[in-house]
């Protein structure tokens, strides 16, 4: 309960941010927020991820909702994504999060923590021109993130940062305090309680600093059922299948999906449990808390790594704290309104900024620099990307790029050469590794044009378990010039008998080949792989028109 009270403080003005910035109703936002929190937390598998809307998914919903040209048009696509997203779990679609790089979802934890110290100090200070949810660069009052640091310099507003430092300072040693009991009350509560205190003896005794209208949350007031229920807005599944409704349902599926599985992922990364979600389980509950969400007039939602973070920071250790998020949220819309719309934003900026802090500290950035070029410059691309463009684009970036990085170390590590000499005669040995692919072609090709000549070459395939036909072309180049370079040729493991058998009678002789010496189960020192590499019907002696047992050499002159 007490972190799920925590996250409920995050989550208030993230999910009337998002709503507005997206261009939607507020109220649409606590929808999804509340299902996020009660429905998807008793589908799902994951401990510590907490759902709602999503910051990523502004852009794309403020179109969708232009494009469909109703809002209760959209309600129907966000339906109707919660449908196709069970079916992507239904079919193990979760699987695709395992593929994201680590650096990339490191540098997307650590964006997100860089943003939010951009986007919440301006409303520390008093600057409140932007919603609270928007994490994109460009801000829809026409500034970006710095600009408005900038800006929100020359506005400062005396209250708001007044009750944002002395949110920060308990923030920071609230829990150092050495009072029996402190730590029983969480820090941010005491953060909310202490901005509403503050503004509070400002309004009673007439002060001018005192704050109000922008700088204070302002959800929808509620007297009675009736008003709660006219404002929930229904699905016009008139135009279920209306084509601009069938492609914005199909396109927040997926981004949603994937914002979802990185989140996750992400989230994961934090548990000081190191548990793992189950990502198609979770695929499955964020599709049933869409259809839900979508039913009520609520927003698509996501797993939201701002409260997954938030929910870790305050030290959940189950899916029940955000369960009591989603609760704490709705009773906070019926009973209490009043009360909520009192919370200064200052001090929830406080609240984010320590949070995000946490998600950014150096020590990542001096771990991810260790760990070397191949992972440190996908990380620091991913965050650079992120902060300066928004979050499914940098990410999109950070993924090409690590991915790049792959590819790179994949083809550097594609074969290697030993050499050794047997009096005048010099012998290089080509090893290849398990899987030699087409990208790894211009490698091997530059290798084999720098062998000198003269020489006796041996391609040494008994560790390979696959050879693209592109590789195996340039191999038979090679064999047909080999006769201008007085080089022999010897071919060993089973990945090449395809090959050899596949060449014409003149290269044949050119080449020869052989089964490496098996001894106390290893294959000339290695260990020993027939059983995978040979196929099931041939045998040693016959995969070649000739005896591979002996070690017959051509030489060419």
């Keep these: 309960m007490r972190s799920g009270l925590v996250v409920f403080l995050v989550a ?12 939607a109703p507020p109220f649409a936002g606590l929808i999804a ?19 709602g809307p999503a910051a990523g998914l502004t852009v794309i919903v403020a179109g969708a909702i232009a494009t469909i040209g109703t809002f209760e048009g959209f309600l129907a696509a966000v339906v109707l994504a919660g449908v196709i997203q069970i079916g992507l779990g239904l079919g193990r679609a979760g699987a695709i999060g395992h593929y994201i790089p680590s650096s990339v979802i490191k540098g997307m934890l650590a964006a997100i923590g860089l943003i939010l110290i951009f986007k919440q100090f301006p409303h520390l200070i008093g600057y409140d021109s932007s919603p609270a949810g928007d994490f994109a660069f460009q801000q829809p009052n026409h500034e970006n993130t710095f600009s408005a640091i900038t800006h929100a310099f020359s506005l400062i507003q005396p209250a708001a940062l007044m009750v944002g430092l002395l949110g920060l300072a308990i923030m920071i040693w609230w829990d150092k305090l050495p009072l029996r009991g402190a730590r029983l009350i969480p820090a941010p509560l005491v953060v909310v309680l202490a901005g509403v205190g503050v503004n509070a003896i400002l309004l009673t005794t007439g002060s001018s600093i005192a704050m109000g209208g922008d700088q204070l949350v302002s959800i929808p007031m509620v007297g009675s059922s009736a008003e709660l229920v006219g404002l929930i807005r229904l699905p016009d599944f008139a135009r279920l299948f209306d084509p601009s409704v069938l492609t914005v349902a199909l396109t927040l599926a997926v981004i949603a999906s994937l914002e979802t599985l990185l989140s996750v992922e992400a989230v994961d990364k934090l548990d000081p449990e190191r548990r793992i979600t189950p990502t198609n389980r979770e695929l499955v509950a964020q599709g049933a808390g869409n259809i839900v969400s979508g039913m009520l007039g609520g927003l698509p939602m996501t797993a939201v790594i701002v409260r997954g973070a938030a929910n870790v920071n305050a030290g959940a250790r189950s899916s029940a704290s955000a369960f009591f998020h989603g609760t704490y949220l709705l009773l906070a819309v019926v009973f209490i309104p009043g009360l909520i719309n009192t919370i200064p934003y200052a001090s929830l900026a406080a609240i984010l900024l320590v949070t995000g802090y946490k998600l950014t500290k150096f020590g990542l950035y001096r771990e991810m620099y260790r760990a070397g070029v191949d992972q440190f410059v996908p990380f620091v691309i991913t965050v650079l990307a992120i902060v300066f463009t928004d979050l499914l684009v940098g990410i999109a970036i950070g993924f090409a790029l690590g991915v790049g990085f792959i590819l790179l170390r994949k083809v550097r590590n594609s074969h290697r050469i030993r050499t050794s000499h047997d009096g005048t005669a010099r012998t290089m040995r080509v090893v290849l590794s398990e899987d030699i692919s087409f990208l790894t072609r211009g490698s091997l090709a530059a290798t084999l044009r720098r062998l000198p000549n003269n020489t006796h070459v041996t391609i040494d395939a008994t560790r390979t378990i696959h050879i693209d036909r592109d ?8 064999i047909s010039r080999v006769p201008d370079r007085e080089i022999t040729v010897e071919f060993e493991g089973h990945a090449l008998d395809e090959f050899v058998a596949s060449l014409p009678p003149e290269q044949i002789a050119r080449c020869s080949s052989r089964t490496p010496s098996i001894h106390n189960g290893t294959i000339d020192g290695h260990k020993d792989r027939s ?19 002996t070690r017959s050499i051509a030489h060419e002159h």
């Design 12 to 23: 208030v003005p993230l999910c009337l941010g998002i709503a507005v910035a997206s261009g």
């Design 33 to 51: 927020g509340i299902v996020g929190g009660v429905v998807v937390s008793l589908i799902s598998g994951s401990a510590l991820s907490v759902s």
């Design 471 to 478: 590789v195996m072309e340039l191999l038979r180049d090679f």
């Design 531 to 549: 059983d995978s590499l040979m196929p099931t019907h041939a045998h040693a002696s016959d995969v070649h028109p000739f005896n591979l047992s």
